[in-house]
């Protein structure tokens, strides 16, 4: 696989409605293993302001249907008098609310002034297919500029390169679901998003963050294991369908092969049977 030239900021993911309906059943499935919006190291008290850069999902086919995303879920359990800011580069998947706004704001470029130092929180949810790793350190310090004194940042994230496929039967193979992912891995390797999470931690100390902790939850509930692995199979999907566009997917030419992989591995996934498996990276650190 070639290295093609990478842009700045290239995102590696359709947004349209089924990527927001996709994200919406991640947000679920991922929040029923963590069990927390915002980490216990963060106190809450009723004028808070924060942000959730790339802050996502809202779009939805039913105006009157309620979107279960972190901004919104945090409106729902913080007094109306705390501040919630949605940063993003597209508004497509906004949800609206009193007091949650909007803002247009590329993570990698510096913040308007009126922003910084603003916020007891910043929140960061699912970037791997955001940002190339070259990236990650720049997007950790810029994000930190709009936190207080003592103000946290959460950064919620998997990688793609630790999801497996598991549950096989002794004798039997998953051909097809063990294609999708490693076909996903390439393809983000080729695009440079190869981020290290491991390292997620260390960035937020060398960007100057206090009380930094890592906690990785293992995405074993029962419960939710169905729609975890449809989430990872339309992301399948949905990255490759990105990378089609952008010119970056060297081993399909069209969507009808992307969709027929996708079948093959939904067969795969019910026959053999098998599942999807991976752990998510909680990251916290206050800014002095
Ligand atoms: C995978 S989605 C995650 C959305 C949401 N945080 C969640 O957890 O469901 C990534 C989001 O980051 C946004 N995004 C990608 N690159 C960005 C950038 N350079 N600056 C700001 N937002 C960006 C995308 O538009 C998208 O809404």
Redesign the pocket.
């Known amino acids: 696989m070639t290295n093609k030239p990478q842009s700045r900021?290239e995102?590696l993911?359709v947004?349209n409605m089924a990527e927001s309906e996709r994200?919406e059943m991640?947000?679920k499935a991922w929040q029923a293993n963590i069990g927390y919006l915002l980490h216990p190291a963060i106190k809450t008290h009723d004028h808070m302001r924060i942000a959730?850069?790339?802050?996502?999902?809202g779009l939805v086919a039913n105006p009157s249907e309620r979107r279960k995303?972190?901004l919104r879920e945090l409106a729902d359990v913080l007094p109306s008098t705390c501040q919630l800011d949605g940063?993003?580069?597209?508004d497509t998947?906004f949800p609206s609310k009193e007091n949650i706004s909007f803002h247009h704001?590329?993570?990698?470029e510096l913040f308007p002034d009126e922003y910084l130092g603003k916020y007891d929180v910043a929140n960061v949810?699912?970037?791997i297919?955001?940002l190339s790793s070259n990236e990650w350190e720049v997007a950790v310090r810029n994000i930190i500029t709009l936190l207080k004194p003592g103000g946290y940042l959460q950064w919620v994230d998997c990688a793609a390169h630790e999801v497996v496929v598991k549950g096989v039967p002794e004798g039997k193979r998953a051909t097809n679901a063990q294609h999708g992912i490693d076909l996903i891995q390439r393809t983000m390797i080729s695009a440079g998003k190869t981020p290290n999470l491991v390292a997620l931690c260390g960035t937020f100390q060398k960007s100057g963050l206090e009380s930094c902790e890592e906690r990785i939850y293992t995405l074993d509930n029962p419960e939710t294991r169905e729609n975890l692995t449809l989430t990872v199979v339309t992301g399948i999907q949905h990255i490759l369908t990105a990378a089609l566009n952008l010119d970056k997917l060297d081993e399909m030419q069209t969507i009808d092969q992307i969709m027929e992989l996708k079948e093959a591995i939904l067969s795969d996934l019910h026959n053999v049977p098998c599942y999807y498996f991976f752990d998510v990276h909680v990251v916290v650190g206050r800014k002095a």
């Open positions: 900021g995102y993911l947004r994200l991640q947000f959730d850069v790339g802050t996502g999902t995303i972190w940063f993003d580069l597209s998947m704001q590329n993570l990698l949810r699912v970037m297919a955001a």
